[in-house]
């Protein structure tokens, strides 16, 4: 058995053992059986057990404090008896597993009184601007400080800037704002209709190479459409002229089809490289029919030149049944794509579902492996999947065990921050940090978790002024990270 295989057993055995811990867990006395004080130590061993379950099946979704839970929209309530629905049934459209086959009624009774305590906690102790305005870290190479250059949405995207300096900020749930560098904002008009729902909504807006001839622009979105009473979405990239902070004259250029009723992982990061412009698109929810499927749209990075049409030097162009645009396949859900400047190599993460969030080099017409080969396992902790490798399938860069649940990534190119110039940094939503990795012939060969308990980081991005800018989301900010100069 070789190391990669051995550690996948491991980690499959030591879910395995937890379960088994926390089934035994469950054969202690009744509250009745025993006195006050004991009953004291059962409650603490309920919410203890249920930390750990919380931790082992949820926290790659909801996040480590459940931060994922604040200022939701609770479909069927908060109540405690909701909540127990939702674990019993889960929501398959929205991705989350029905938990019953794994966890029995006591379980799932405990588990949905700590997080309704939790998500009591959340609402109660969300951060604040004042406490993030004032944030100073001390790195390993490096001292920086969070300068806050905007705030007043829920989960800002995505940031770009103007020839003039301004900043557009893309807002998941459906809005674009012009940020001026006197910190005033603008909310842009003209966005088509975008279904803001689940992990659907407006993903990132590109400037055209000529945009100053052109004024063009290209966005990202969860298209909308609705069928038979149902609103169904999926991703789409459109080109539209911009100016006078207003949108007009969209032009699609392509559309994810099929549209579905699946609210989950959607992709939504486009890069343009060399005049041609590259999309991710996410397997959908339909992990065993699309990443693999050429015929299927779903599990893909994407290739078009800037008019909408199709290079004909794509990898699959002239291939019967394949779609034309593909440039790359068996991807999970890539929310993250960079070029690494002076190359033209094309960087992406994706997330895994529990552990094998990946870092890959995209190269034409590969094949990345998603579902055939993967280092986690399913949220229920079962296995799909015992392969960590195959010929033909490319194998990461890096992989994450546990997952950090990655979004968005950025080289530095500048030299404002020392020693930093070269790394690649990545966000963790589940962590709530930025993972600035080093890298040496193309291998990420160290890393250092930076920004702690910043916020659930979904996109970092370096500006035309040389600093790194972050954004974190519920409530949402963009913050600059501004080095303090040593003493």
């Given amino acids: 058995m070789n190391a990669t295989r051995k550690m996948k057993f491991s980690i499959l055995i030591g879910c395995f053992l937890i379960a088994i811990g926390l089934s035994n867990c469950q054969k202690g006395e009744s509250n009745e059986e025993v006195g006050m004080e004991e009953q004291e130590q059962v409650v603490d061993s309920a919410t203890i057990r249920s930390a750990a379950i ?13 931060e994922a839970f604040a200022d939701r929209k609770w479909l069927h309530g908060k109540e405690l008896d909701s909540i127990k629905v939702s674990i019993t049934e889960g929501y398959a459209e929205a991705g989350m597993p029905a938990w019953s086959a794994l966890l029995d009624s006591q379980q799932i009774g405990e588990l949905a ?3 309704r305590t939790g998500i009591e906690n959340v609402e109660r102790y969300g951060f604040t601007e004042e406490t993030l305005d004032s944030d100073t870290f001390e790195l390993e190479d490096i001292t920086v400080h969070l300068d806050t250059v905007f705030s007043g949405i829920k989960s800002p995207w995505h940031m770009n800037w103007l020839p003039n300096g301004d900043m557009l900020v893309a807002a998941k749930e459906g809005e674009l704002h012009r940020v001026g560098q006197d910190g005033q904002s603008v909310q842009i008009t003209g966005l088509p209709v975008i279904k803001s729902k689940g992990q659907g909504g407006l993903f990132e807006i590109q400037l055209h190479p000529d945009f100053e001839a052109n004024g063009k622009v ?8 609705v069928t038979d009473g149902d609103s169904l979405g999926t991703t789409v990239v459109s080109q539209f002229d911009f100016a006078d902070d207003k949108l007009s004259n969209e032009k699609i250029f392509f559309e994810a089809r099929p549209y579905t009723k699946r609210n989950h992982h959607f992709g939504g990061r486009i890069v343009i490289k060399d005049n041609f412009l590259f999309v991710t698109v996410g397997d959908r929810g339909d992990r065993d029919v699309n990443p693999q499927d050429l015929s299927l749209a779903g599990g893909k990075i994407h290739r078009f030149n800037l008019d909408g049409s199709i290079p004909e030097d794509n990898p699959f162009y002239n291939q019967a049944d394949a779609i034309k645009s593909i440039w790359s396949y068996g991807h999970r859900n890539p929310q993250g794509l960079t070029l690494r400047p002076g190359t033209d190599e094309l960087w992406s993460h994706e997330h895994g579902p529990r ?19 993967s280092y986690g396992i399913n949220y229920d902790a ?8 195959r010929e033909g399938m490319e194998s990461p860069v890096l992989y994450w065990v546990p997952s950090i649940a990655p979004c968005g990534m950025d080289w530095v190119a500048s030299d404002k921050y020392g020693n930093w110039k070269g790394n690649l940094l990545v966000g963790s939503l589940r962590f709530k940090y930025l993972d600035r990795c080093e890298i040496e012939n193309g291998k990420v060969v160290k890393e250092e978790n930076i920004l702690k308990g910043i916020g659930r ?10 600093y790194i800018y972050v954004s974190v989301e519920n409530p949402g900010y963009v913050f600059r990270l501004m080095p303090i100069p040593s003493m």
């Fill in 382 to 389: 079962t296995i799909f999947t015992s392969e960590l490798e």
């Fill in 113 to 115: 009184q700590y997080i």
């Fill in 218 to 225: 290209y966005l990202v979105y969860t298209g909308l459409k």
């Fill in 54 to 66: 919380f931790a082992q099946h949820c926290s790659s979704c909801h996040g480590q404090q459940m």
């Fill in 457 to 466: 980081l979904r996109n970092v991005e370096q500006g035309p002024d040389g």
């Fill in 355 to 373: 552990g094998g969030d990946e870092i890959n080099i995209v190269k034409r017409g590969l094949n990345y492996g998603w579902p055939v080969v």
